[in-house]
């Protein structure tokens, strides 16, 4: 069955704030979340158009939300939605208009609901994301420093500093170059770097730097996301982004800001512990394996090419 929607653009505030709770949402029903932060944020900014697609004179929030723009289409539906014909529907909407266009979209975890979606309106798999979990009683003992661990010469191991000139734009420096052929990773801004530093998960010492002495010039970087109940408890730890600038590769550093990674996350005493991969990252996975991770889920990137005609019927 296929549903009327009636789509609004998000511009305010209030709309940016129903679209993160339908995400929310759909977060703690699925146990992974169906829009990334990059998305949001390039959203935010006006990179990216990001609609709201409610039913007419239906509950308060949104049934479904969207982001489209820069070559890249997300769409969540709301869990109590699900299962109507609304993904079919809201991926009309954010289709509409974009014959023509070479489109990725995620479908995240195992979703054979939405993978028949997206194969039904043309798209095709080309990438794997892999999250990685790990037993927190395999962290460290929580007196490890993270910033005390042995470094190579002429290298030092620091937090994020706010107030120290330069770390921000050193930091996005070296995030690009560390990730220059990462599709999303590699093209963070310094206006992008700022709006994430306001996400209430931030905390300048989870942004572990591997600095350059003298100098502000940083040689990687670990950053974790430490996400945390409504009691104020750390409910789960997930490593954001690990790094190393091409030029200081085959040293070691990545198990050096691994080590730092769960010797800083021990501290936090989380109930899970998590990270994000590329599958096709074999060298990646095995250094996660070697530090006792295990794949928990899998997720997928699909692809339409801009020759593809939208046919999006099937109802998930």
């Not at 511009?11 to 992974?32: H, K």
């Not at 299962?83 to 195992?110: K, P, S, Y």
């Not at 942004?207 to 789960?236: C, F, M, N, Y």
């Amino acid at each position: 069955m296929r549903q009327r929607l009636e789509a609004h653009e998000a511009t305010e505030d209030r709309d940016f704030e129903l679209a993160r709770a339908v995400i929310a949402d759909a977060e703690a029903a699925d146990g992974a979340s169906p829009i990334s932060d990059q998305a949001v944020l390039a959203a935010v900014q006006r990179q990216r158009r990001l609609l709201l697609l409610t039913e007419p004179e239906a509950a308060p929030l949104p049934a479904a939300v969207g982001v489209i723009g820069q070559g890249e289409v997300d769409l969540v539906v709301h869990p109590d939605a699900r299962r109507r014909g609304i993904g079919t529907a809201a991926l009309d909407a954010l289709l509409e208009g974009a014959a023509g266009t070479e489109l990725r979209a995620w479908a995240h975890g195992e979703n054979p609901d939405a993978e028949a979606l997206l194969r039904r309106a043309g798209f095709s798999p080309v990438r794997s994301l892999y999250r990685m979990m790990l037993d927190p009683a395999l962290l460290p003992g929580e007196g490890a420093d993270p910033l005390a661990l042995p470094t190579p010469a002429g290298l030092r191991l620091r937090p994020y500093d706010p107030a120290r000139p330069g770390d921000a734009a050193a930091w996005v420096r070296a995030n690009a170059a560390a990730f220059a052929a990462h599709p999303e990773q590699g093209r963070i801004t310094e206006a992008d770097f700022a709006l994430m530093r306001e996400e209430a998960w931030f905390d300048p010492e989870d942004l572990i730097l591997l600095a350059e002495e003298p100098g502000d010039e940083l040689a990687g970087s670990t950053w974790i996301k430490t996400l945390r109940a409504d009691s104020g408890e750390v409910d789960e730890c997930e490593l954001y982004a690990v790094g190393v600038r091409p030029e200081y590769a085959g040293r070691g550093l990545g198990a050096l800001l691994l080590e730092a990674t769960l010797a800083r996350m021990a501290q936090r005493r989380p109930q899970r512990v998590s990270l994000y991969v590329d599958g096709e990252n074999e060298r990646a996975v095995r250094l996660y394996e070697h530090a006792s991770f295990t794949i928990d889920s899998r997720s997928r990137q699909w692809a339409r090419p801009a020759s593809r005609a939208v046919d999006a019927r099937m109802d998930p």
